[in-house]
């Protein structure tokens, strides 16, 4: 039996029924429901402030909700926090703060050591893996600070990874990397798939959860389409997730997107 199919018998890794959520009054998310099965790779797409870092913060239980609930492998949030890694939009993040990459990807361990353990041989073998999965095992030394953005993004995932989550949410890893980074971390969500993982991906990149998801959340503060990239990306879900924040174009019966 295969981790994925072995995980389907669990029930959904991600439940999400009628989410309400805002800020000061104003709304967010509207009525968000939708479901992803264990070992699936879900991309969450639509334009600026349609609510993904929103959604992705209720699930960690860092924004309340006014209304509904998620549920990650049947538990509430405020349980099934050891289950989750989160990468934050690179933007929220101090990278003045005097550590090294190294430091920053062993970060990710502390949560699983526990107020008396300190990290051990195994912790830091953990770390260099994680380092190695994206490709800055030669990194290891530098300050954060000097990192570029591209490998900013990939320090984070690290420490994400770092924390052996059974599901990663990422909120906009690929922006920002080039052509060659952003193939390499499209083959790790691949690889992370295989071991039965679960990827919640908030994203701009429509070709990207096009070229490789299972699944896709079309966001526009309610939820427009929901279901395989394949189907869901028609024209008239394009346009009601992105409106003016698109430009679709029609070239022979396929719909190619770009930004404006
Ligand atoms: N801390 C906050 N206080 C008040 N309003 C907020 C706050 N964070 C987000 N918002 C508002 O909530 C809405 C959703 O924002 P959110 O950050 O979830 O969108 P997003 O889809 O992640 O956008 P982006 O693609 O720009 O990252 C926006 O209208 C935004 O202005
Ligand atoms: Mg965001």
């Excluded at 349980?79 to 430091?103: C, H, I, K, N």
Aim: net charge neutral.
């Amino acid at each position: 039996m295969t981790a994925k199919q072995l995980a389907k018998d669990q029930g959904p890794a991600i439940e999400v029924r009628d989410l309400w959520a805002g800020y000061n009054r104003h709304a967010a998310l509207e009525g968000i429901s939708f479901e992803i099965e264990p070992g699936c790779l879900a991309g969450l797409v639509g334009p600026n402030g349609s609510g993904k870092s929103t959604l992705l913060r209720v699930m960690l239980g860092l924004h309340r909700p006014w209304r509904g609930e998620v549920r990650l492998f049947g538990q509430k949030v405020a349980q099934a926090r050891r289950l989750l890694g989160y990468t934050p939009q690179v933007e929220l993040v101090d990278w003045t703060f005097p550590v090294t990459l190294f430091d920053v990807v062993m970060m990710g361990r502390y949560g699983r050591l526990g107020l008396l353990r300190r990290p051990g041989r195994g912790d830091r073998e953990m770390a260099w893996r994680c380092l190695e999965q994206v490709g800055m095992a030669d990194l290891a030394d530098r300050q954060i600070g000097e990192l570029s953005g591209g490998q900013q993004r990939r320090a984070l995932i690290a420490r994400t990874l770092a924390q052996e989550p059974r599901i990663l949410l990422l909120d906009e890893p690929v922006t920002g990397l080039d052509a060659a980074a952003q193939h390499d971390l499209l083959h790790l969500f691949d690889d992370l798939r295989a071991e039965g993982k679960t990827l919640l991906v908030a994203t701009h990149d429509l070709s990207c959860v096009a070229a490789g998801f299972d699944h896709v959340v079309c966001l526009n503060r309610k939820v427009i389409a929901f279901g395989e990239p394949r189907t869901v990306f028609t024209e008239e879900v394009l346009n009601a997730t992105f409106e003016r924040h698109l430009l679709l174009v029609n070239i022979e019966g396929k719909i190619y997107a770009g930004h404006q």
